[in-house]
């Protein structure tokens, strides 16, 4: 069962269960449209049953920046109009967390409005959203911006509006976007430059419509309480869910290995992503280049009972690792950057037997991508030091049934 099925099915029975904690929000006149403000290419003035707008430009809106709306607990809206003049395009309304701004990301699409001076209701439901797990990642809603149509005249009055639950709303989870990062590495040779790639690198994904964050290894480039403690506290203003891949920075220096778990939990696991179907199973590379016999032996026994559980379950696999298999050629020689022989015709053995679609790596400091088995590796752009000085930056995956799209998201 993925993610959203289950969603689905514990609101119903918390629902059915406790009625009263999905009370829907309500603007109307009576519990008032008084925190609508700030209109923009309309003026906006009450009337006897709610909202008038005169729309003097294009894309007439007005925002409400006081709402605190837990996105789990609604995903329909309704609303009460009436409009006039020459209206012909659709409106929206779009939402932001703290910290986002207004984006093509996150809004619900609206019916053109009808002109004909009657009321009329409208209900849409998550299938209207532009791209629903923005809805749902990244805390609650924080500010709301109406905009009943794009076109520039006309009128339009807003007598209600309001968010509420339905139980067999749709809300479409197929796709999955997933930013990769390889090699923060912040320290390795210009750490206030590094510090501040990073920096954009969460100011990009927190605008983007990512849904989750895997980093490839190499958090810090000297690994301790102190250096951890600043990446943590830099990483909490990432507002995606993000997944730790332990680098031979991170667990193979002097009592790191101890301090990295402290501070970000066993080095191996899985966890379903938000959408799609899809495994993501995180494994720790420094456990197969440098074994340390009991944990590289627990950890090659998870591995193969995620692999069975994720088949099992009908799920597509991610694999994230930090050092790759290999680099150009699986008969390539020995070295640091790649995982040894043995090992290496062990995993390739396992990974054509499952469904595996892609394996994301870093260590190499540099970016490529290759398929091998129908399987796509890659190796991200990083923000510390490229040793193939291509661009500073982060890939972004789409996922999309059989076909796996990605792009460079640069910072300077
Ligand atoms: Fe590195």
Redesign the pocket.
Known sequence: MDQSTMKKIILSILSVACMNIFADIVWNKTTGFDAWTNPLNCTISPTDDGLLFTIKANNPCVANRSVDIDPNQYNTLTYTYRATGPIKHHGHLFYAKEGQGFSDYRLWKLPVPKTDGEWHTVTVTGEVLAKPWTWFNGGNIKSLRFDPTYTGEGTYELRKMKLSYQENAAMKFDTLVLAQLS?P?IG?KDYDAEMDRFRQEINKLNNSDCQAVVIC??MMHITNRETLTVFKKELSRLKLPVYIVA???DVAQKNSRPIFEEFFGPTFYAVDMPSGGYRLIVLDTELWQHPIEALTAKMDDFFQKELDAAKNANKKIIIAT?APIFIESPDEKEEYFNLPKSRRKWLQDKLKQYPVVAFLT??T?TAFTYQWNGILFSSAE?T?VSFDKVTYGFRRFVFDHDLIRYNTVPVK
Do not use: A, K, L, V
């Open positions: 090699d590495q390795f290894g190499d680098g031979n920075h930090h870093g260590h400091h990083t510390s």
